[in-house]
């Protein structure tokens, strides 16, 4: 089965991908405020220790051909479990070991029914404003250099 | 043969003590924090993140801090680096179409789809030194203007793809492997993965020269910028553990797409052709050079002659890698006392022998005007 048919099938790993995108995105220090005022202190067991690697990055030929590889990238990654056996991943693009423990806990945490909406409400909501007005900001700055040229005609 | 030679630590100790003390200047001045390098000078970081052959804003701008500025030492230290920790694998082919647009220009078409947006550039500048910035550095605050949101803003090809009158992007099987440079060595004929690879991690100033090149008429390619991008696109790995895919967070790229002279033949009508370059960070220089020089690097394919440095893979290809290129030219400069000496023997044997033969002919005219 594909990733993307498995996606298709389930909405809960689709709202746990979307969940990871935003702790992926989120700075380091957001991320590090959000988890503190959450104010939980779970106990668990690292599974596999904060891990600094590469992920080569793909691109494709033309923009839709092909793929290649463009070029490596740093990744952190980190699995933790809750005492319950709920396993927490986290990865990100970088070298921060905090971030990606963090990340792992939320997304364990995400996982348990009771805490989920704590999780969405107090982290996952926050984050992802954060990074919408960024991004908005981006768009209506560029939108301010949308251009339009008049075509000179010769002999003008 | 190059034979080594040992000793002289402590003079190379002090050596590089000299190079540190040099490196960090004026000590009046303050120190250079990487941040400031990162944000600051983002383009050297783009550059060496892309000729580095690694996307880390923060890693770049320590290699910047620690070479000097020298921005082919900071990618060598960049590739060093890479190989002293694990690959945890290939990422999914990031999607360009799905930018966070920060800048899209087309010099192709006027109106297109989603505007022309200029974004940050040095275009239309009159580069006039600025000696405000000199004086203060002060950053005003941009303009803003209401927006509408696109997920995905068309590529220019795609609407020349509409009416045909571009080639489409060759469409292969999904899990068709893809070469990697870094783990096998470059055999020619390369295929097009194995060229944009290298591309994409060649030095700027020499596809910028090559791209130059095919401009001015060493195979000629007629091209005409059709799309440039600059922005954020998302990274997603398909994690084995979890049986699905993650994603990492966004990385900046640039992107060009480069359309080119028609051509046909007796079964295909004519169409425009494309040459495409794609790098980390913002290099926008880069990706229209690597473009250039894709397309040129597709003479065999397309059917054309061969007859120009640029449509020669085997010569684009090994050259283009400046840690390589400066590995190779700078050991020049290492003791080769031992080659040399050997040289000196041999250069010193034929004068012998020519003196000898020249003396021995002198002698046999001489001896000739005596009769």
């Known amino acids: 089965m594909t990733a993307s048919s498995l996606k298709e099938q389930s909405p809960e790993i689709a709202a746990r991908q979307s969940a990871m995108g935003i702790l992926a995105k989120a700075s380091a220090q957001d991320l590090a405020e959000t988890w503190k005022n959450l104010g939980l202190e779970p106990n668990y067991t690292v599974i596999r220790p904060a891990e600094i690697g590469f992920v080569m990055v793909r691109g494709r030929a033309g923009g839709t051909g092909a793929p290649f590889n463009m070029c490596e990238a740093t990744v952190t990654r980190c699995v933790i479990a809750l005492d319950?056996?709920?396993?927490?991943?986290?990865?990100?693009?970088?070298?921060?070991?905090?971030?990606?423990?963090?990340?792992?806990?939320?997304?364990?945490?995400?996982?348990q029914p009771e805490h989920r909406d704590l999780i969405e409400t107090k982290v996952l909501q926050p984050l992802a404003t954060t990074q919408e007005q960024a991004?908005?900001?981006?768009?209506?700055?560029?939108?301010?250099?949308?251009?339009?040229?008049?075509?000179?005609?010769?002999?003008? | 043969m190059y034979v080594a030679v040992k000793g002289g630590e402590k003079a190379i100790r002090n050596a590089h003590k000299l190079m540190a003390r040099d490196r960090r200047g004026d000590t009046s001045v303050p120190s250079l924090s990487l941040k400031q390098v990162s944000e600051q000078l983002y383009l050297s970081v783009s550059r060496v993140m892309a000729e580095g052959s690694l996307y880390d804003a923060e890693l770049a701008a320590l290699g910047i801090k620690q070479s000097r500025g020298d921005l082919i030492e900071a990618a060598f230290l960049m590739r060093a680096y890479r190989t002293t920790l694990p690959r945890f694998g290939y990422s999914k082919p990031i999607g360009t179409a799905k930018m966070l647009i920060r800048r899209r220009i087309s010099a192709t078409y006027k109106d297109l789809p989603g505007g022309q947006l200029l974004g940050p550039t040095f275009d239309y500048t009159q580069r006039l030194l600025d000696f405000k910035l000199a004086a203060d550095g002060e950053a005003p605050t941009p303009e803003v203007q209401e927006f509408e949101k696109e997920e995905v803003v068309p590529r220019v090809t795609d609407l020349l793809n509409e009416e045909g009158l571009i080639e489409p992007d060759e469409s292969i099987a999904p899990d068709a492997p893809v070469g990697d440079i870094t783990r096998e060595p470059l055999t020619f004929p390369a295929d097009r993965d194995l060229r944009l690879q290298n591309l994409a991690r060649g030095d700027e100033g020499f596809l910028l020269a090559l791209g130059y090149s095919t401009q001015r008429g060493f195979g000629r390619t007629h091209p005409f910028a059709g799309e440039i991008r600059l922005g954020e696109v998302e990274v997603d790995f398909f994690m084995e553990e979890l049986g699905f895919e993650v994603p990492l967070g966004t990385m900046t790229v640039t992107e060009c797409q480069m359309i080119n002279q028609f051509q046909g033949s007796a079964s295909a009508p004519p169409q425009f052709t494309r040459g495409y370059g794609l790098v980390p960070g913002?290099?926008?220089?880069?990706?229209?050079?690597?473009?250039?020089?894709?397309?040129?690097?597709?003479?065999?394919?397309?059917?054309?002659?061969?007859d120009?440095?640029?449509?020669?893979?085997?010569?684009?290809?090994?050259?283009?890698?400046?840690?390589?290129?400066?590995?190779?030219?700078?050991?020049?400069?290492?003791?080769?006392?031992?080659?040399?000496?050997?040289?000196?023997?041999?250069?010193?044997?034929?004068?012998?022998?020519?003196?000898?033969?020249?003396?021995?002919?002198?002698?046999?005219?001489?001896?000739?005007?005596?009769?």
């Open chain 1, 84 to 111: 319950d056996g709920t396993t927490g991943f986290g990865q990100a693009l970088g070298r921060d070991k905090q971030k990606v423990l963090q990340a792992a806990l939320v997304d364990a945490l995400w996982q």
């Open chain 1, 135 to 156: 991004e908005n900001e981006t768009r209506a700055e560029v939108a301010a250099t949308k251009v339009d040229f008049f075509t000179m005609v010769r002999g003008e």
């Open chain 2, 308 to 371: 120009s440095p640029t449509q020669d893979q085997e010569f684009v290809l090994s050259h283009s890698d400046n840690v390589q290129a400066t590995g190779f030219v700078e050991h020049l400069k290492l003791p080769h006392y031992v080659d040399f000496q050997s040289e000196l023997e041999l250069i010193r044997k034929v004068r012998k022998e020519w003196q000898e033969k020249r003396e021995a002919a002198e002698q046999e005219l001489i001896a000739e005007a005596a009769q």
């Open chain 2, 282 to 306: 913002q290099g926008e220089r880069k990706v229209m050079a690597m473009a250039l020089v894709d397309r040129s690097l597709r003479a065999e394919e397309l059917g054309e002659e061969i």
